[in-house]
T-cell receptor, first 117, second 115 residues
Framework: DTGVSQDPRHKITKRGQNVTFRCDPI?????LYWYRQTLGQGPEFLTY????????KSRLLSDRFSAERPKGSFSTLEIQRTEQGDSAMYLC???????????????FGPGTRLTVL | AQSVTQLDSQVPVFEEAPVELRCNYS??????LFWYVQYPNQGLQLLLK??????LVKGINGFEAEFNKSQTSFHLRKPSVHISDTAEYFC?????????????FGKGTRLSVIA
C-alpha cells in the first residue's frame, strides 16, 4: 500500500493558463475527495466521487474548476484560466465507502502546491 | 451544516510541558469529530477520532481528546510534548448518518515546541 499520491507536487503557472492535477487513491478505495487549502486556513472541500460518479460538485469554486474520475481509479482536477487567487495547496483524499462500515477514515495525499504568477 | 472553531492560531510550548489545543464545533445534527496533524510539506494524518461511546479518545503519538457534547467541544491534549510534535493541527467534523461526507475543518493551530 503506497498511500494516496498526487502529481505534480508543485506547479507554477502564469495567470490565464490551464492546469491539471492528478490524484491516485489507495487501490481499494472507491471514494475520492478533493480539498483546497489556502495559507493559514484549513482544507476546504471541493468535490468528491464514489467510483466514477461525482456525488457533489456544487462546492467547486467556479465553473473554471472541473474534476473527473473516468474509470473510478485516478482522478484529475482541472483549473481553466487560472487566477492569482487560485494559488493554494490542492489536497486529495480517499476512503472506503461508508456503506461498508459506520465510518471510514479519509487518507490524504501530500498535495499539489499551485502558484499562479 | 457544520462549522469548526479553533480558538488558538498559534500555541508555543516548552518541550516536556503539557499542551491543550482547543476546538469547538457547531452542528444541527450529531457529529463525528477528528483531529488531524500536518507536518511541513506533507498531507494530513489522522491523530484520533470520536464516533461514539467513551468521550475520552486516545490517539497516536500520545495524544488524547475529550468530547463534551454540552459545551460542543473536542479539545486535544498531550501531557508531555516533544520537539517532533511541532506541526499544524486541524480539528474537523462530519455529520453522522451521512456516511463519509466531506470533512469540515477548522483553520488550524500551529503548535511550536521550544527546546
Amino acid at each position: 500500500d503506497t498511500g494516496v499520491s498526487q502529481d505534480p507536487r508543485h506547479k507554477i503557472t502564469k495567470r490565464g493558463q490551464n492546469v491539471t492535477f492528478r490524484c491516485d487513491p489507495i487501490s481499494e478505495h472507491n471514494r475520492l475527495y478533493w480539498y483546497r487549502q489556502t495559507l493559514g486556513q484549513g482544507p476546504e472541500f471541493l468535490t468528491y466521487f464514489q467510483n466514477e460518479a461525482q456525488l457533489e460538485k456544487s462546492r467547486l469554486l467556479s465553473d473554471r474548476f472541473s474534476a473527473e474520475r473516468p474509470k473510478g481509479s485516478f482522478s484529475t482536477l482541472e483549473i481553466q484560466r487560472t487566477e492569482q487567487g487560485d494559488s493554494a495547496m490542492y489536497l486529495c483524499a480517499s476512503s472506503l465507502d461508508a456503506h461498508l462500515a459506520r465510518y471510514n477514515e479519509q487518507f490524504f495525499g501530500p498535495g499539489t502546491r499551485l502558484t499562479v504568477l | 451544516a457544520q462549522s469548526v472553531t479553533q480558538l488558538d492560531s498559534q500555541v508555543p510550548v516548552f518541550e516536556e510541558a503539557p499542551v491543550e489545543l482547543r476546538c469547538n464545533y457547531s452542528s444541527s445534527v450529531s457529529v463525528y469529530l477528528f483531529w488531524y496533524v500536518q507536518y511541513p510539506n506533507q498531507g494530513l494524518q489522522l491523530l484520533l477520532k470520536y464516533l461514539s461511546g467513551s468521550t475520552l479518545v486516545k490517539g497516536i503519538n500520545g495524544f488524547e481528546a475529550e468530547f463534551n457534547k454540552s459545551q460542543t467541544s473536542f479539545h486535544l491534549r498531550k501531557p508531555s510534548v516533544h520537539i517532533s510534535d511541532t506541526a499544524e493541527y486541524f480539528c474537523a467534523v462530519s455529520g453522522v448518518n451521512s456516511g463519509n461526507t466531506p470533512l469540515v475543518f477548522g483553520k488550524g493551530t500551529r503548535l511550536s515546541v521550544i527546546a
